[in-house]
């Protein structure tokens, strides 16, 4: 129903911005809450940001506030992820995702749809 494709990955020095992109197929776009997700080698995947359809709620990770901000075009049908003062921790393969649940949004368990997600390798 939904297909979603992440763009924007790529290698940046610590302390540099990247800007990140999800591109959903379909009509329905604005029904669905979105967030982005990060998986490093050996790691759990772990919530990174949400945003609700109409993108006026929104949550992050106490690890990344004040530097990463989640933003959406509904007319364009995108998600964005937009990441500044970039840490070698940062470094994961970002994935992007969407569920029609108003809660739960911190657990990987509600989304019902995945990228195919992008690498960010941010270097010191």
């Known amino acids: 129903q939904v297909q979603l494709v992440e763009s924007g990955g790529g290698l940046v020095q610590a302390g540099g911005s990247l800007r990140l992109s999800c591109a959903a197929s379909?009509?329905?776009?604005?029904?669905?809450?979105m967030a982005w997700f990060r998986q490093a080698p050996g790691k759990e995947r772990e919530i990174v940001a949400a945003?609700?359809?109409?993108?006026?709620?929104?949550y992050y990770a106490d690890f990344v506030k004040g530097r990463f901000t989640i933003s959406r075009d509904n007319a364009k049908n995108t998600v964005y992820l937009q990441m500044n003062s970039l840490k070698p921790e940062d470094t994961a393969v970002y994935y992007c995702?969407?569920?029609?649940?108003?809660?739960?949004?911190?657990?990987?368990?509600?989304?019902?749809?995945w990228g195919q997600g992008t690498q960010v390798t941010v270097s010191s």
């Open positions: 995702a969407a569920t029609m649940s108003l809660t739960g949004w911190e657990s990987t368990g509600v989304y019902d749809y």
């Open positions: 379909g009509r329905t776009f604005s029904s669905y809450a």
């Open positions: 945003i609700s359809g109409g993108g006026s709620n929104t």
